[in-house]
């Protein structure tokens, strides 16, 4: 069975940047897509980006021009490079990979998990202003 293993993350002042990295194992993202989601203590689970194969690559409103997703060449790893981070940003950030379309948003990230897809393990962000 297949897995995502999340790295990066961590803490940062505004302004700062981070990058979040997603590896997979036991498949790659030749026959899947992938995306970020976030989810912020009370608020909804937001889907962030999303690397889609036949569709156009989204990103939420919030962090248009601000973050980018992208993939390594051998298709195993998805990144999530956020730049300009404001203290809104602060989350738990999670990679999924699944068949697209992606949900904009869902109650809860773990309960989305069960619903669809692999889920990575989560990493917090934190952006102190």
Sequence with gaps: EG????????SVQAGGS???SCTASG??????????????????????SSLDRFRP??????????FTISQDNAKT????????L?????????????IGPFRV????????ARDFGSWGQGTQV???S
């Design 27 to 48: 498949f790659t993202f030749d026959d899947t897509d992938g995306a970020w989601y976030r989810q912020v203590p009370g608020s909804e689970c937001e889907l962030v």
């Design 3 to 10: 897995q995502l293993v999340q790295s990066g993350g961590g």
């Design 57 to 66: 690559t989204y990103y939420a409103d919030s962090v248009k021009g601000r």
């Design 18 to 20: 981070l990058r979040l």
């Design 105 to 112: 948003s869902g109650s809860w990230c773990s309960n989305m």
């Design 77 to 84: 790893t998805i990144y999530l490079q956020m730049n300009s």
């Design 126 to 128: 934190t952006v102190s």
């Design 86 to 98: 404001k203290p809104e940003d602060t989350a738990v950030y999670y990679c999924v990979a699944a």
